[in-house]
């Protein structure tokens, strides 16, 4: 019997509801070491929030036991027809394709999820699995893999490049760059849906698909600490400018439509991480989201921001060539999951 095979014949799998927050919390604690240690980014907050729905006993997931003691947890949250898998992980495990305590977990966890009454989709984005570490659990229930690549820019190895005006990037009209404002929040989500409704994202993240759910993908990354802490003095936004009755443009007169937005949160000490990136398809290839990026780079590195991350999806070939041409390097390959029972008929 091989050490992996050994190690699952040993397990004893619970219902995650039986366990409190604080029996959970060592695992957990090593967890935001990995997370920190691998991909530069500070969970302990994440973990803080998860504590608290542990405690309140409703998230569906399982607990791995080995010899009497938690080795492993996955979990899952529902929301109307649709699952999203929270988390996978066990001590020792996440660093390489063979993880026999997750690959487990992850089993009971999606036969569990996908025999949910009403539930027509699950997605995934298991970050700190490399590519192809549960793919045989996904695939065993029916799952559609999406490579994707978490980058990383090291601002003082690549520094920003010096100051880029809006007007010197417009495509023959005229924006005005802002920090991020409350009042941009429904803008911004008209943008995301027009940007993302017909692209391959939209298959990993169905929130694109709709304004409505393009700002509850908003209110997520502005609001809870999944992705970071939200930066909003490091998050810009590039507004047509309001013509005044003169012919000429004024950002006072309250500026126009939301035309390209990148935002910011900051994961940990020197290190803001890039949830979302846009262009509207009609001002595309005028060099606008380098633009963003560099002004990104220069207002992090002024507030002592030291990397920068994103991810992409790995088809998404015109993105990932404008990343690594700005400076940004794949640090770590991994997959989004999605299985959609409505695309099967």
């Known amino acids: 019997m091989s050490s992996a095979q050994s190690r699952i014949s040993q397990l004893e799998i619970l219902d995650l509801r039986h366990f409190s927050g604080a029996q959970l919390r060592p695992l957990l604690r090593d ?37 009497g003691r938690i080795a492993g947890y996955a979990f899952c949250v529902c929301e109307g027809t649709k699952a999203v898998i929270g988390d996978v992980y066990a001590f020792g495990e996440a660093e390489s394709t063979v993880n ?100 391959m994202d939209a298959s990993i993240n169905d929130q694109y698909r709709t304004v409505h759910g393009a700002q509850r993908f908003l209110h997520n990354i502005i609001r809870f600490p999944g992705c970071g802490v939200f930066d909003p003095e490091n998050s810009w936004v590039l507004r047509a400018a309001a013509e005044r009755t003169d012919g000429n443009f004024s950002k006072a007169t309250g500026g126009g439509s939301v035309e390209a937005v990148l935002l910011s949160s900051k994961v940990s000490e020197g290190v803001n991480h890039i949830t979302q990136i846009c262009v509207t398809p009609a001002l595309r290839d005028h060099g606008l989201g380098r633009m963003l990026l560099e002004h990104c780079a ?21 993105a990932r060539k404008l990343y690594e041409s700005d400076g940004f390097q794949t640090l770590h390959r991994f997959e989004a999951m999605v299985f959609d029972s409505s695309a099967r008929h």
């Open 31 to 67: 967890e935001a070491e990995r997370w920190q240690r691998r991909l530069h980014w500070d969970y302990t907050q994440a973990s803080s929030m998860l504590v608290d729905y542990l405690d309140s006993r409703i998230l569906p997931g399982y607990v791995a036991l080995q010899a």
């Open 100 to 199: 026999p305590i997750c690959e487990t977990l992850t089993d009971h966890l999606l036969e569990m999820v996908v025999a949910m009454p009403g539930v027509e989709r699950v997605e995934s984005q298991l970050l700190m699995f490399p590519d192809g570490a549960l793919w045989m659990a996904f695939q065993r229930h029916g799952f559609q893999a999406y490579p994707r690549c978490f980058m990383l820019r090291d601002l003082e190895a690549r520094p920003p490049l010096m100051d880029v005006k809006p007007a010197e990037a417009r495509p023959g009209r005229s924006l005005v760059l802002e920090a991020w404002r409350a009042e941009f929040y429904d803008g911004a989500a008209q943008l995301i849906h027009r940007c993302y409704a017909d692209h």
């Open 298 to 318: 220069r207002e992090g590195a002024r507030r002592g921001v030291r990397q920068l991350s994103l991810t992409v999806t790995e088809a998404n070939t015109h």
